[in-house]
């Protein structure tokens, strides 16, 4: 009873895992705080439905299965630039090497790069449409399950939408969906960013994209 009224938790130094299902469906809990953890199991946070904002320190290289299952509210990953295993794009907490999208937060569009959508990754999601790149080749079942979203708009063919690796249950829950085909992706905005060294020595110009949310 106590866990499922739980709204904060922050971890000591000594802890380096978060256990499978450790806080499952803690419904009230929106603020965590971690340093060294290194491994998340599975489901430890599924069902954190007013979880809004997730950090993902440099040490957390390891996560379980659905780990965020049914974290509908989560407006932004942000994930430390020094981790080697994960980063965030448009919000979304997508894996380095695999390219694969882990969980979706409150933006509607996957990133070009992204090459499979994990299971259930948008489920509960509060966003209308969502836009999936040409370069998904893989789809995990019930990633659209529960969520308002209504509408997909996809960047390649119907040919191309069919040959995606997907079974019948990726879209169960949600089998009235509407899916457009040849549809561009929404263009990357640019902030720019000036920055200046200690007595103006140097400076630097570059450009951040937007709905990035690492530096």
Same mark, same amino acid.
């Given at each position: 009873?106590?866990?499922?009224?739980?709204?904060?938790?922050?971890?000591?130094? $000594? #802890?380096?895992? &978060? =256990? *499978?299902?450790? %806080? +499952?469906? @803690?419904? /009230? !809990?929106?603020?965590?705080?971690?340093? $060294? #953890?290194?491994? &998340? =199991? *599975?489901?430890? %946070? +599924?069902? @954190?439905? /007013? !979880?809004?904002?997730?950090?993902?320190?440099?040490?957390?290289?390891?996560?379980?299965?659905?780990?965020?299952?049914?974290?509908?509210?989560?407006?932004?990953?942000?994930?430390?630039?020094?981790?080697?295993?994960?980063?965030?794009?448009?919000?979304?907490?997508?894996?380095?090497?695999?390219?694969?999208?882990?969980?979706?937060?409150?933006?509607?569009?996957?990133?070009?790069?992204?090459?499979?959508?994990?299971?259930?990754?948008?489920?509960?999601?509060?966003?209308?449409?969502?836009?999936?790149?040409?370069?998904?080749?893989?789809?995990?079942?019930?990633?659209?399950?529960?969520?308002?979203?209504?509408?997909?708009?996809?960047?390649?063919?119907?040919?191309?939408?069919?040959?995606?690796?997907?079974?019948?249950?990726?879209?169960?829950?949600?089998?009235?969906?509407?899916?457009?085909?040849?549809?561009?992706?929404?263009?990357?905005?640019?902030?720019?960013?000036?920055?200046?060294?200690?007595?103006?020595?140097?400076?630097?110009?570059?450009?951040?994209?937007?709905?990035?949310?690492?530096?």
């Amino acid at each position: 009873k106590a866990m499922k009224k739980l709204k904060k938790v922050t971890f000591g130094a $000594n #802890v380096k895992v &978060i =256990g *499978n299902a450790a %806080f +499952s469906n @803690c419904k /009230k !809990l929106n603020k965590i705080n971690f340093k $060294n #953890v290194t491994t &998340i =199991g *599975n489901n430890a %946070f +599924s069902g @954190c439905g /007013k !979880l809004e904002n997730f950090y993902l320190p440099s040490k957390a290289i390891t996560l379980g299965d659905s780990v965020f299952n049914n974290c509908g509210s989560i407006k932004a990953f942000t994930v430390a630039a020094d981790n080697t295993a994960y980063k965030s794009e448009n919000g979304h907490l997508i894996e380095k090497n695999s390219g694969v999208l882990v969980r979706g937060a409150n933006n509607d569009t996957v990133p070009t790069g992204v090459t499979e959508i994990a299971l259930a990754a948008f489920r509960r999601s509060t966003i209308t449409s969502l836009h999936i790149p040409v370069s998904v080749t893989k789809i995990g079942n019930y990633v659209i399950d529960d969520s308002s979203i209504t509408e997909i708009k996809y960047e390649g063919t119907e040919t191309d939408w069919n040959t995606i690796d997907k079974t019948q249950y990726w879209n169960l829950g949600k089998t009235d969906v509407t899916i457009l085909f040849s549809q561009a992706l929404p263009s990357d905005s640019k902030v720019l960013i000036v920055y200046f060294s200690r007595a103006g020595e140097n400076y630097g110009v570059g450009n951040i994209a937007k709905g990035n949310t690492e530096i």
